[in-house]
């Protein structure tokens, strides 16, 4: 579940394995237990058409040519530690690039905070004012 709105299918996100780097020892040159996660979020039934704009337009560098999400993770040395790490991953870039932003309220300054900033301008005015030489006659 990404959101109340968006539950991605597990039949949607496609896993493959590879070898994983870092520190390991030999145990990383026999075991793939990188997480590699797949999901074409353009072609997905999970989001709506305006989710699907937000989306390949926030994620467009993340995006493959296909529109195919690609997650990866290597945190640890065991695979399915990966494989949760990466569909955490996914929930989350999904979950912040379909937020819709806030509307702006338009606001007016008050009468008070207009005064205080005329007031302000004719202090700082008279201040430079008081600085020129006098005119010369």
């Known amino acids: 579940m990404i959101t109340n709105r968006v539950r991605i299918a597990s039949a949607e996100i496609e896993l493959s394995y590879a070898r994983s780097g870092g520190p390991g020892g030999q145990h990383v040159n026999k075991t793939s237990t990188k997480a590699v996660l797949r999901w074409n979020a353009l072609a997905s039934p999970a989001l709506s ?3 699907k704009a937000l989306l390949s337009k926030k994620l467009a ?9 690609v997650v990866t ?5 065991d695979q399915a530690t990966n494989v949760d790490d990466a569909v955490a991953k996914l929930a989350e870039m999904v979950r912040e690039a379909i937020k819709r ?7 007016k300054p008050s009468r008070a905070s207009k005064e205080r900033r005329l007031r302000q301008k004719r202090q ?3 201040t430079k004012r008081m600085r020129k ?5």
């Open 73 to 77: 993770s290597e945190k640890s040395r």
């Open 49 to 51: 058409d305006a989710d």
């Open 101 to 107: 932003p806030k509307p702006r309220k338009k606001t």
């Open 133 to 137: 030489s006098p005119p010369r006659d």
């Open 124 to 126: 700082r005015s008279e």
């Open 61 to 69: 560098s993340k995006l493959t040519e296909a529109g195919e999400l």
